[in-house]
């Protein structure tokens, strides 16, 4: 059975830093993309960051400079270092891997709060 284990999540003042860390528990055939996502209390998930197996990144504009993804493709890995964190990144983080089929894995979550 498969599993996205996500760690690196908790409580942080603003201005500080958090890493996220997702690793794949069993097999998968023909990763694609993996990434994070977040979803704040009352509002809808929304993407955060994605990398290729390539090596291509994209980024919401609200972490663009301030966040970077990365990944590691012989461990089934992906990472997310969050820096000058704000109190509006407040949220469950997810992480998200993409198979080339188009089957979607998802992570239990890790909640990342910033106080100000």
């Known amino acids: 059975q498969v599993q996205l284990v996500e760690s690196g999540g908790g409580l942080v003042q603003a201005g500080g830093s958090l890493r996220l860390s997702c690793a794949v528990s069993?097999?998968?055939?023909?990763?694609?993309?993996m990434g994070w996502y977040r979803q704040a209390p009352g509002k809808q998930r929304e993407l955060v960051a994605t990398?290729?197996?390539?090596?291509?990144?994209n980024y919401v504009d609200s972490v663009e400079g301030r966040f970077t993804i990365s990944r590691d493709n012989t461990k089934s890995t992906v990472d997310l270092q969050m820096n000058s964190l704000k109190p509006e990144d407040t949220a469950v983080y997810y992480c998200?891997?993409?198979?080339?089929?188009?089957?979607?894995?998802w992570g239990q979550g890790t909640q990342v709060t910033v106080s100000s």
């Open positions: 998200k891997l993409s198979t080339l089929t188009r089957y979607d894995y």
């Open positions: 069993g097999t998968i055939f023909g990763i694609n993309a």
């Open positions: 990398i290729t197996s390539g090596g291509r990144t």
